[in-house]
Nanobody, 131 residues
Framework: QLQLVESGGDLVQPGKSLRLSCAAS????????IGWFRQAPGKEREAVSC????????YYVDSVKGRFTISRDNAKNTVYLQMNSLKPEDTAVYYC????????????????????????WGQGTLVTVSS
């Protein structure tokens, strides 16, 4: 069974940092493009960042550029999202997803109506940024 499990979500104050993890089981992440997505209360799910399976290229949405860093450790079958300088508007449930056939940009710019076609989703981890 293909599974992704996110962890690392927490309640933090504005300006602080968190690192989220996305661990795969039942398959090898090496061949998959991985994306981090988030969904705030009352809002559509949106892409945050994606990372290639081949050349390590990355994509970030404008709202997190310079603050978030995506990385992957194929030996640990895990992808990370380092989040610095957190803001209250970063509050959301964060999900990771894996897809075999997409490019980095295709995954991160696709409409949310296409998310259901991604190969594997995790269950999400809650990040709350509040003072």
């Amino acid at each position: 069974q293909l599974q992704l499990v996110e962890s690392g979500g927490d309640l933090v104050q504005p300006g602080k940092s968190l690192r989220l993890s996305c661990a795969a089981s039942g398959f090898t992440l090496d061949y998959y493009v991985i994306g981090w997505f988030r969904q705030a209360p009352g809002k559509e799910r949106e892409a945050v960042s994606c990372i290639s399976n081949s050349d390590g290229s990355t994509y970030y949405v404008d709202s997190v550029k310079g603050r978030f860093t995506i990385s992957r450790d194929n030996a640990k079958n895990t992808v990370y999202l380092q989040m610095n300088s957190l803001k209250p508007e970063d509050t959301a449930v964060y999900y990771c997803a894996a897809d075999y056939g997409l490019t980095v940009q295709a995954m991160c710019v696709m409409s949310h109506t296409g998310y259901k076609y991604l190969d594997v989703w995790g269950q999400g981890t809650l990040v709350t940024v509040s003072s």
